[in-house]
């Protein structure tokens, strides 16, 4: 029974994972440019933007820190609108999220001689290198809620409560692997639901003989 539901449940995750990326590819198949003011006031649950009037630095970038302690290849780091420099207080309502594990390796050790010495980064000017920011919009769907625990805590005040995530450089699914998901969810729904139904029913047919 127990087999049975956990079937069917990641069967239905799969179905709902695999939707919104068929969704996704289909109504969010084209970037869209969109000013970074307008962005966050209308706070979209899903898109590809390129975003205009915002950038971010590395200097204001966050990492996290697995269970075993290892440093988990996800660099989070808070946009500010232009003409506003980086390392600012000012709540951030963008983060720019970036997957690349050498990248915060070097983020996590830089932050480790921060907390050390204010100033570590004398001469390293490619902290302070704004950059542009283009990517999907991390729906509730794909959003890792374990690391924005990590992210809110290191921020803190410093992030707003009400904000937007774009995985820098991602692009919408092709509508194939959405659909092989769909169905894949669909086809392991559909066994653990008759599974489930044919191990409820035994019980009555024993019982008859």
């Known amino acids: 029974m127990r ?7 990641i069967g239905l995750g799969a179905m709902a994972v695999g939707g919104q990326a068929l969704y996704e590819a289909r109504v969010a198949g084209e970037r869209k440019d969109i000013a970074y003011d307008r962005l966050v006031r209308e706070m979209p649950a899903f898109g590809w933007y390129r975003v205009n009037g915002a950038s971010y630095s590395l200097i204001d970038a966050v990492t996290l820190r697995g269970v ?10 808070r946009v500010h609108p232009a003409g506003t420099p980086g390392g600012g207080e000012a709540p951030a309502k963008l983060l720019v999220h970036i997957e690349d594990q050498a990248l915060a390796d070097r983020m996590a050790a830089t ?3 921060l907390a050390e010495e204010p100033y570590p980064v004398a001469g390293d000017e490619t902290l302070e290198v704004e950059h542009p920011i283009e990517g999907m919009i991390e729906s509730l769907l794909t959003i890792d809620r374990t690391d924005q625990k990590g ?11 009400d904000y937007l995530i774009i995985a820098q450089g991602r692009k919408p699914d092709g509508t194939g692997r959405g659909l092989s998901i769909l169905l894949a969810g669909l ?14 029913a035994a019980p009555e047919i024993e019982g008859t003989c």
């Open 187 to 200: 086809a392991l729904a559909a066994v653990s639901a008759f599974a489930l139904l044919r191990r409820r």
């Open 151 to 161: 992210v809110r805590g290191a921020l803190g005040a410093r992030l707003a409560d």
């Open 111 to 113: 932050l480790a001689r």
């Open 3 to 9: 087999l049975g539901w956990i079937g069917l449940i």
């Open 68 to 77: 075993t302690g290892a440093t988990l290849p996800d660099v989070y780091v």
